[in-house]
């Protein structure tokens, strides 16, 4: 079973900020935050990961709290096309296949 | 351009018969997987494979079947014993366990009619 917790649907505004929260409370040390997402009908695509440290790149940015307990995925300016589903996958780096919960439906509303 | 490739996009099944969904990948990658997704849901694992010649067994692989004879090539039997065929599948690899680099294929869609 997923070890995440994530809201089944947000909206956000063409242009804004989109920020996609994902609760990891049962994460262990080793464990890191993955996010993919899927576009309808088609494979997810990796977007990000870390363990202890913020991190960004050129699709997204990941804020980790100091606790690790929690994440939150910025889409720092939000186009139609990041219209989709987002995963957050809490898990060890390691020969364990990636779990998939249900994920975040979001919708960037022009 | 290296990718992951999945054959047929959509296929249609007649009830008992076996079916094999194509995957071939040109990223040499040593690990692949199958998953499955229903509507609304998320991915679940049928069969993952790190190595030539070896693969496991995931989550829900009853009534599924696979081979890893070469790296570039993972088929995915769905044979008469699944009860509930019809879904989205998607085929994905990486390069080794870790698991950021993971490239999905574009799925097939399998319908039994």
């Known amino acids: 079973d997923a070890k995440t917790t994530q809201p089944p649907s947000m909206d956000c505004a063409e242009g804004r900020a989109a920020n996609l929260p994902c609760n990891h409370s049962?994460?262990?040390?080793?464990?890191?935050v993955y996010w993919y997402r899927q576009i309808h009908s088609q494979g997810p695509q990796y977007i990000i990961h870390?363990?202890?440290n913020n991190e960004t790149n050129e699709m997204a940015s990941l804020i980790i709290t100091e606790d690790r307990k929690s994440s939150t995925l910025i889409l720092p300016h939000a186009t139609l096309r990041d219209t989709a589903v987002y995963y957050c996958i809490a898990q060890y780096s390691g020969n364990t296949p990636l779990v998939f919960g249900k994920g975040t439906r979001l919708s960037v509303i022009a | 351009d290296g990718g992951i490739t999945q054959s047929p996009k959509y296929l249609f099944r007649k009830e008992g018969q076996n079916v094999t969904l194509s995957c071939e990948q040109n990223?040499?990658?040593?690990?692949m997987y199958w998953y499955r997704q229903d509507p609304g849901q998320g991915l679940r694992l049928i069969y993952y494979?790190?190595?030539?010649?070896?693969?496991q067994k995931g989550d829900i692989a009853e009534g599924y079947s696979v081979s890893r004879e070469k790296k570039e090539s993972f088929p995915l039997t769905v044979t008469s014993a699944q009860k509930n065929p019809t879904a989205f599948y998607l085929c994905?690899?990486?390069?080794?366990?870790?698991?950021?680099?993971?490239?999905f294929g574009s799925g097939t869609r399998l319908t039994v009619v």
């Open positions: 494979s790190q190595i030539v010649n070896d693969f």
């Open positions: 049962t994460i262990s040390g080793n464990e890191y």
């Open positions: 994905a690899s990486s390069i080794d366990r870790t698991a950021y680099g993971y490239t």
């Open positions: 990223l040499n990658h040593d690990a």
């Open positions: 870390g363990l202890k």
